[in-house]
């Protein structure tokens, strides 16, 4: 049988008319930037990339050096392709508009270049998030402002693990689906098409360390889960938590699950670690086209109407049956309150 490429599912994709010229090269941009930063993770200790960059992010956040390196192989390759009118990035201040010197076109691209940077000097896997959004009519110069539109309104959304083998899994809102990079001839080829995640899962994924500054639904929550037959809901749970959520979300993409990064009053100001624009939406828009779903909690992510480029969200992803329940006792506890 012949393989499918991706350069081959995008043009297939368009002449059914679901996406078109111009969105197909943006992710096929997309897909060669994340190619060069595999190769530039895979290098490891030898590519002299791994350690911190000495610099912080806008969220004060310490930045290593692939995270440096991969936000700038992104810009570098989507500045000059004619289809996109601005970026936006997890390690950026602001958006960057497309240079006056460039052709600029309709879509703005989001990403968290470097997903899971705490695991990449210990080499497990990491990962690139992206989403695509349309330039608001009328604008000639993108502002941050641009970019606040909800989940619902992503034209695409994927994320590209480098791990055992590379692959990436993209949403253009018809499905979710994967493809693996060939090393040998730089190609992606589409292995999964329509990945389906199983309604019920026995599988959480949290970082238990937290416990102690959860709310009470969640602690109520996280309490039956590890009560396991004997409790309320009569099954056991076993548990898995990578750190890098590229990595955590495929695994449930793949075999079904719940992810949880919930509020914790450890720094009560944030409405939580993970960011909306960046990871949230993306990965809420890839969970749901497979089947499943994504809240924070209380109400669902792609609905939010965001009012700034790096706010955050609790996340709660994965198989549909098991967040609702997750979503169920946080509006019991509410509506009691
Ligand atoms: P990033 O490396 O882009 O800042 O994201 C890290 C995120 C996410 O990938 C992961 O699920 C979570 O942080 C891990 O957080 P803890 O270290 O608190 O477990
Ligand atoms: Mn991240
Ligand atoms: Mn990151």
């Not at 390759?77 to 958006?95: Q, R």
């Amino acid at each position: 049988m012949s393989r499918t490429s991706l350069t081959r599912y995008l043009i297939e994709e368009q002449h059914a008319g679901r996406i078109n010229a111009d969105l197909r090269q943006l992710i096929a941009v997309v897909g060669r930037a994340c190619t060069n930063i595999s190769i530039a993770v895979s290098k490891g200790a030898l590519g002299g990339v791994l350690g911190d960059a000495g610099t912080g992010n806008v969220q004060g956040e310490a930045q290593k050096k692939l995270d440096v390196i991969s936000n700038e192989i992104l810009l570098e390759a989507n500045a000059w392709g004619g289809h996109l009118a601005a970026c936006a990035s997890e390690e950026m201040d602001h958006c960057q508009p497309v240079p006056d010197t460039y052709p600029r076109g309709d879509f703005l691209l989001l990403f968290d270049p470097l997903d899971g940077s705490s695991n990449i000097d210990v080499n497990v896997s990491v990962g690139t998030i992206f989403s695509v959004l349309r330039s608001p009519a009328g604008t000639e110069q993108p502002t941050d402002a641009s970019f606040l539109q909800p989940g619902t309104a992503q034209i695409a959304a994927g994320y590209c693990i480098y791990g055992p083998s590379t692959q990436m899994v993209l949403t253009t809102g018809h499905g979710t689906h994967s493809f693996t990079l060939d090393r040998e001839t730089g190609e992606f080829v589409l292995t999964q098409r329509g990945m389906q995640i199983p309604e019920d899962t026995q599988e959480f994924a949290i970082n238990m360390s937290n416990q102690r500054h959860w709310e009470a639904p969640m602690q109520g929550y996280v309490q039956d889960l590890l009560a396991g037959k004997e409790g309320a809901r009569g099954k056991n749970f076993n548990m898995r938590w990578i750190a890098s959520m590229v990595a955590d979300v495929h695994r449930i993409l793949t075999r079904g699950g719940i992810f949880i990064y919930p509020w914790d009053k450890k720094d009560p100001g944030k409405a939580g670690k993970l960011r909306l624009m960046y990871e949230a939406n993306p990965m809420g828009l890839l969970v749901e086209q497979a089947g499943g779903a994504a809240t924070t909690g209380r109400e669902r992510i792609l609905d939010i109407q965001p009012d700034q480029l790096h706010q955050r969200v609790p996340v709660f992803l994965g198989s549909r049956n098991e967040v609702a329940e997750a979503t169920r006792y946080h509006r019991e506890h509410d509506a009691q309150a």
